[in-house]
């Protein structure tokens, strides 16, 4: 029973396309998040939602819009893709923005790759 | 500008002996530092953690030392096993409360038979 999920879990598609990657949890979480895992291997956080609600929103292009229809789901889409934009995109899910860091469960990731 | 440094891309330990994994961090407002373990085409999954009020953390085979006058912590794994393998994430929150865990780029960790 797949707690968070992301579908799809790998992308190929041309530069300047506009793609969009989703993410559900069936946990009850209430606090989502979408991280980059980029070439050199860092995760860093792109954005944060709390019922629905952005509360984290990193130095990320304005071509990435994250959008929450409800608290279980949290889709990233992307618009415009650039060649940098090729990475492992992880999407999370905690009980609540207050101290359950370490119960952030991720999903299995979206290896995207721009060509 | 790397605020969690894991310097090691890869160690191998043979299967019986301790792994000791190496983390370093240069903000001094983190309050409190996880660990996370990450098999191929899957997501990390939760460790262990330590406080900054605490020097040692032991869960099981894993245990979590902290240092803060080094800036250091380390996660070491006894007795290692093979599905230890695998690459591990040191992390760090600040202070400042704004929910981010700040990541390392991972070790990977190979157990030898």
């Known amino acids: 029973d797949t707690a968070v999920s992301q579908t799809p879990k790998y992308l190929v598609t041309q530069m300047g396309n506009d793609k969009s990657i989703k993410c559900e949890q069936n946990l009850g979480h209430d606090t989502m998040y979408w991280y980059k895992q980029d070439s050199k291997k860092f995760l860093k956080i792109m954005f944060s939602y709390n019922n629905k609600e952005l509360i984290i929103n990193e130095t990320v292009p304005n071509r990435f819009s994250p959008k929450s229809p409800d608290k279980a789901h949290l889709n990233l889409h992307i618009n415009s893709l650039e060649l940098g934009d090729s990475a492992v995109y992880f999407c999370?899910?905690?009980?609540?923005?207050?101290?359950?860091?370490?119960?952030?469960?991720f999903g299995p990731g979206t290896r995207l790759l721009v060509l | 500008d790397q605020q969690v440094k894991q310097n090691s891309p890869s160690l191998s330990v043979q299967e019986g002996r301790i792994s000791i994994l190496n983390c370093d961090y240069t903000n001094s407002m983190f309050d409190y530092f996880l660990w996370y373990k990450k098999y191929p085409a899957e997501g990390p999954t939760f460790l262990i953690s330590i406080s900054s009020i605490k020097d040692k953390n032991e869960d099981g085979r894993f245990t979590v030392f902290l240092n803060k006058s080094a800036k250091h912590l380390s996660l070491h794994i006894v007795p290692s096993q093979p599905g230890d393998s695998a690459v591990y994430f040191c992390?760090?929150?600040?202070?400042?409360?704004?929910?981010?865990?700040?990541f390392g780029k991972g070790t990977r960790l190979h157990i030898l038979p």
């Open positions: 992390a760090a929150r600040a202070m400042n409360r704004d929910d981010k865990i700040i």
């Open positions: 999370a899910s905690s009980q609540d923005r207050q101290g359950a860091w370490e119960t952030q469960y």
